[in-house]
Nanobody
Framework: QVQLVESGGGLVQAGDSLRISCAASGRTSSTYAMAWFRQAPGKEREFVAAVSWSGTITHYADSVQGRFTISRDNAKNTVYLQMNSLKPEDTAVYYC???????????????WGQGTQVTVSS
């Protein structure tokens, strides 16, 4: 089993930057692609960004392309999401996910964290 724990969320103003992290533990050798999803109040969970095991292949939702950057440090079993030029519509609970498939475009996500709240004020 793999455990994912997110951290780094908080309250920021529009235009600010924030980096959130996801630390993996347990059978991390079974986790390849990693991703971030988010869920705003009253809305369904949506994909934000994903990265391959090597970190060289990434995939982004159109809404965050050019503003967010996903990266990973396998030595630390940690995935990051650098969020720049934040907007109020980025407000959501951000979830980390892991897959046994090594493709950032996979739809199979096997492991999930509990989420971290990001709030962007206008």
């Amino acid at each position: 089993q793999v455990q994912l724990v997110e951290s780094g969320g908080g309250l920021v103003q529009a235009g600010d930057s924030l980096r959130i992290s996801c630390a993996a533990s347990g059978r991390t050798s079974s986790t390849y692609a990693m991703a971030w999803f988010r869920q705003a109040p009253g809305k369904e969970r949506e994909f934000v960004a994903a990265v391959s095991w090597s970190g060289t292949i990434t995939h982004y939702a159109d809404s965050v392309q050019g503003r967010f950057t996903i990266s990973r440090d396998n030595a630390k079993n940690t995935v990051y999401l650098q969020m720049n030029s934040l907007k109020p519509e980025d407000t959501a609970v951000y979830y980390c996910a892991g897959s046994v498939v090594n493709s950032p475009t996979t739809r199979r996500w096997d492991y999930w964290g509990q989420g971290t709240q990001v709030t962007v004020s206008s």
